[in-house]
């Protein structure tokens, strides 16, 4: 009973806060571009159905138009070859939604080199630091990389050798997926593989090996540098789309003020 009294009462004095980790989602949203021959997705679209006029004089409405992988989104298991049969975006057990967020700060490296990898080795440092990874728990990787999310090239960074964006590398991928007690990776950049992953082996490790052990992405993900290391709950919240590969989403932390 009244085990979230203590919540409630933090909420509106102030002692827990509410930080918003989604992006705002409009035309201008960056969206990922594959290279031939590959199917693009279209971005995030709006029309007007009426708007207080005489197509409906007392309401505003929109029809919108959005790819299930556009701005700050969730990747559903079966959204990955490797997890085909696994979860689609109805059938996520929902407590898996909410979670304790680990928050490992990479942005002084990303910025000294857009291609840097996370390691299994950089994590063994940080529970070192911070103590064990929590069951359930969810990893967010700060890297900056939020910073460049209103412009598409420089979100993208892309040259004539492709994306350069961080990720983890292939070990960091399979240990996620497979030894470690998350249930997700978010990041804040357009995709949980690092730019140059289309080269690794397996190609895009991360959607390969966490999608395959039935995990979870959050991608474009906003005001990590407000988050704790540890101590943070994470809320990813996606539509609960019948069949659905993935979904704009709502990413919410409560964390102590
Ligand atoms: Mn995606």
Redesign the pocket.
């Known amino acids: 009973m009244a085990a979230l009294d203590g919540l409630f009462e933090s909420l509106v004095s102030g002692s827990v806060r509410v930080v918003d980790l989604t992006q705002p989602l409009s035309e201008s949203t960056p969206i990922i571009q594959l290279p031939e021959p590959f199917v693009n997705t279209p971005g995030f679209k709006m029309e007007e159905l009426s708007r207080y006029d005489n197509r409906g004089p007392g309401w505003y409405w929109n029809k919108i138009e959005v790819g299930e992988?556009v701005g700050t989104?969730f990747?559903a298991p079966i959204?990955w070859v490797t997890g085909r049969d696994s979860d689609d975006l109805a059938s996520i057990d929902a407590t898996k939604l909410i979670g304790p967020a680990i928050v490992i700060d990479k942005s002084a490296e990303a910025e000294a080199d857009p291609d840097f990898l996370l390691t299994v080795d950089h994590l063994k440092e940080f529970e070192n630091e911070h103590g064990p990874f929590p069951q359930g728990g969810w990893l967010l990787v700060r890297t900056g990389w939020d910073a460049r999310a209103s412009d598409q090239a420089a979100f993208l960074n892309a040259n004539e050798t492709g994306p350069h964006t961080p990720g983890p590398d292939v070990e960091c991928a399979r240990w996620l997926a497979e030894e470690s007690p998350f249930v997700g990776l978010g990041v804040e950049t357009v995709?949980t593989d690092a730019g140059i992953a289309h080269s690794f082996d397996p190609a895009f490790p991360c959607h390969h090996f966490m999608h395959g052990a039935g995990k979870f992405?959050l991608?474009q993900l906003a005001n990590l540098a407000q988050l704790p290391a540890t101590g943070a709950l994470l809320v990813a919240a996606p539509l609960k789309v019948v069949d659905g590969s993935?979904s704009p989403a709502r990413a919410l932390a409560l964390t102590p003020a």
Do not use: A, F
Request: glycine share 38%.
């Open positions: 992988h989104h990747d959204h995709g992405g991608t993935g």
